[in-house]
C-alpha cells in the first residue's frame, strides 16, 4: 500500500524551529499535490501548508504565514516543512498527505479527509511547543 513517512517532529520551546520531513513510500511525488495538515485535540482538522509538484505553487495557512516554508527536494523525493518561529501549542500530531487527484488548491485550506484509493497518508509527526 502506498504510504508517507513522516519524521522531525517534537518538543521545543517557544520561537524555535523543527524541519518537518515526508517522504513516499512506493512512489514517486512528480505531478502530485501534497499537503501538511493538523489536527490539535478538541479542535478541527487544520491545513498547515500545501505544495504542487507540479508547477511549484504553494499555500499557508495564515497561523503560520511568513513562519513557515514549504519545500520539495525532487532528488531526495521528499518534501519539507521548515517550521520557524513556533509559537506554544498543545502535542498535536502533523500529517502529511499526498492526493493522486486533487491540486493543491483543492487540498488547502478546505483540508479534505483523504479518500483510500485517490490519497497517501502517513502516521504523522508530533509537534509540541511549550515553555
Known amino acids: 500500500q502506498l504510504h508517507l513517512v513522516e519524521s522531525g517532529g517534537g518538543k521545543v520551546q517557544p520561537g524555535g524551529s523543527l524541519r518537518l520531513s515526508c517522504a513516499p513510500s512506493?512512489?514517486?511525488?512528480?505531478?502530485?499535490?501534497l499537503g501538511w495538515f493538523r489536527q490539535a485535540p478538541g479542535k478541527d482538522r487544520e491545513a498547515v501548508s500545501c505544495?504542487?509538484?507540479?508547477?511549484?505553487?504553494?499555500y499557508y495557512g495564515d497561523s503560520v504565514k511568513g513562519r513557515f516554508t514549504i519545500s520539495r527536494d525532487t532528488v531526495q523525493n521528499t518534501v519539507y516543512l521548515q517550521n520557524n518561529s513556533l509559537k506554544p501549542e498543545a502535542p498535536a500530531p502533523y500529517l502529511c498527505?499526498?492526493?493522486?487527484?486533487?491540486?493543491?488548491?483543492?487540498?488547502?485550506?478546505?483540508?479534505?479527509?483523504?479518500?483510500?484509493?485517490?490519497?497517501?497518508w502517513g502516521q504523522g509527526t508530533q509537534v509540541a511547543v511549550s515553555s
Open positions: 498527505e499526498v492526493d493522486f487527484y486533487s491540486t493543491a488548491a483543492e487540498m488547502c485550506p478546505a483540508a479534505p479527509p483523504p479518500i483510500p484509493g485517490f490519497a497517501a
Open positions: 512506493g512512489f514517486q511525488l512528480d505531478f502530485y499535490s
Open positions: 505544495i504542487s509538484t507540479k508547477d511549484g505553487s504553494t
